[in-house]
């Protein structure tokens, strides 16, 4: 067997080694720590909560109320017009036409005629046609009120016959042999337009039964 002198610079071991007791190893210090169990995150509070909550709230709010606000503002389709007969664009009047009484269109238009008589706006008087009478009402206990349009004829300052529209308002009395002739002077009032229209000249003979309007 060889002798082995330690080489210089190297101390010689000292003393038996040191083994650990059932030939097991410490682990290594230092090197490799320990896994550790993870602490638990602490749970957050009912005030943050709260918070979180109402904010939830708050958007979900806003969301709808922007939905809404847009749905608004969005111009939907127009509904399509719903077809009209021609039959219903015709309003029903209130007024019902008929042929009036021949006594009452007679003296209608027989106060009218008086009453342009009176207004002295024809030198020379042609005729007078009524085209329409409407009953306006009573007039008081004495007759009925009559409104009357038409046509009269007649001479202003010149010689010439023209033709002119004319208004007139008069009461037909209910018992017209009671009543005084200055009645129908109180009772008829008479519009004649300024400018002739192109119509033939009128006299009373060709006067036509009228038609007359009476109100509901």
């Given at each position: 067997m060889s002798d082995f002198s330690p080489t210089p610079g190297y101390p010689a071991p000292q003393g038996s080694p040191q083994?650990?007791?059932g030939s097991v190893y410490p682990p290594p210090q230092g090197q490799y720590p320990s896994p550790q169990t993870p602490n638990p995150l602490p749970a957050p509070s009912k005030g943050k909560m709260k918070?979180?909550?109402?904010?939830?709230?708050?958007?979900?709010?806003l969301a709808v109320a922007a939905f809404f606000a847009w749905r608004a503002l969005t111009p939907g389709a127009s509904p399509?017009?719903?077809p009209v007969s021609p039959s219903s664009n015709a309003t029903a009047s209130s007024d019902t036409e008929e042929k009036v009484d021949?006594?009452?269109?007679?003296?209608?238009v027989t106060n009218c005629r008086i009453g342009v008589l009176n207004t002295s706006r024809f030198?020379?008087?042609e005729g007078i046609r009524a085209l329409t009478i409407k009953e306006i009402g009573r007039y008081g206990d004495v007759g009925t009120q009559y409104m009357m349009t038409g046509i009269v004829s007649g001479s202003s300052e010149s010689n010439a016959i023209e033709t002119y529209r004319m208004t007139c308002t008069t009461v037909v009395a209910d018992e017209p042999a009671k009543v005084e002739l200055g009645f129908v002077f109180d009772t008829t009032s008479v519009e004649i337009e300024p400018k002739p229209v192109s119509t033939p000249a009128v006299s009373d003979s060709s006067t036509p039964t009228p038609v007359v309007k009476k109100t509901p």
């Open positions: 083994f650990p007791q918070l979180i909550v109402w904010i939830s709230v708050v958007v979900a709010l399509s017009p719903t021949d006594f009452i269109g007679q003296s209608v030198p020379k008087f």
